[in-house]
């Protein structure tokens, strides 16, 4: 198992010291990065005020976002699903049109 190493990240101009695995850190600094950009989107809009605030509507887009890839995700695990099921009927139907 990887020793976690602290690693500081930036966000919304405070220092925070985190344990991250080596292998990890360059996610973690993305993720930093990411959340900064939501928090700033958020920030210039200039429509919530105060930084607990604005912390709370970037987790709730990202949240929201997350979510929402996941139903795209899974439509199309469905549609897959759909069309290897029509696949295998055109497959057997073929075979039994070969066999008469």
Known sequence: MNKAEP???KIMDKEY???C???EKDNLKAS???LNEKLNEIKQQGSVIGTERIAIMAALNMSHEILHNQSIVEQHDD???RIDDLSERITDSMRDI???
Do not use: G, K, S, Y
């Open 17 to 19: 010291r985190i344990a």
């Open 32 to 34: 930093a990065d990411l």
């Open 7 to 9: 690693l500081t990240v």
């Open 98 to 100: 070969q066999l008469v």
């Open 21 to 23: 695995p080596e292998e």
């Open 79 to 81: 549609l897959n699903e």
